[in-house]
């Protein structure tokens, strides 16, 4: 009976060990499965956050430049272009600098570049001459220049503000109001001949 003894105390044993390896494994799975929760909610977020970027750059609201950092500029080559006067042959030459909020932001303006200078190009080709030649029109024109930068990218702008005079339109669902990340149009040299 010793042995038969001894052998319950030993399978006991064994048996123990068994539920304590089973205990531990099961701890091991819990614990790997919170931490590969944990991950995929942390990669989520991040993603949601790239998401979030990316939507501030597309049509969404732009991205606003922390305080007390300088805007950034990106100089756009200087435009020679006929005026639509019909008496006259005129033409304007005109430098247009963007400021915008990020350096970013900068850099995706550089790659839209060719298609941001064929917009600016057709909103000029439009103007006269007596437009251009009014703080108003130059106005005017620095907004739809803002406008126009932007759109190769997909951001579509209101054009509430240049509107004013016109004849009141459809009343359409109101769209949330988009920020443009270009956040002014700077002319550096503006001669109309």
Known sequence: MAT???????AVKGGGKKKLIIIIVIVLVVVLAGVGALLMMKKKS????????AADEKPAAAAH?????????????????NLADKEVDRFAQIGITLEVADAHFADQLKAYMPAIRNNVLIVLSHKTSAELLTVEGKEKLAKEIRRESVRPMGI????????????PKKKKKKKRAVESPVTQVLFSTFIVQ
Request: hydrophobic share 35%; charged share 35%; aromatic share 4%.
């Open 46 to 53: 991040h993603a949601d956050d790239e998401d979030g970027a």
């Open 156 to 167: 579509e702008l209101d054009d509430e503000d240049e509107d004013e005079d016109a004849a």
């Open 4 to 10: 038969a003894a001894a052998g319950n105390d030993a």
């Open 65 to 81: 430049a922390k305080p007390g950092t300088p805007p950034t500029f990106v100089p756009l080559d200087p435009f020679t272009v």
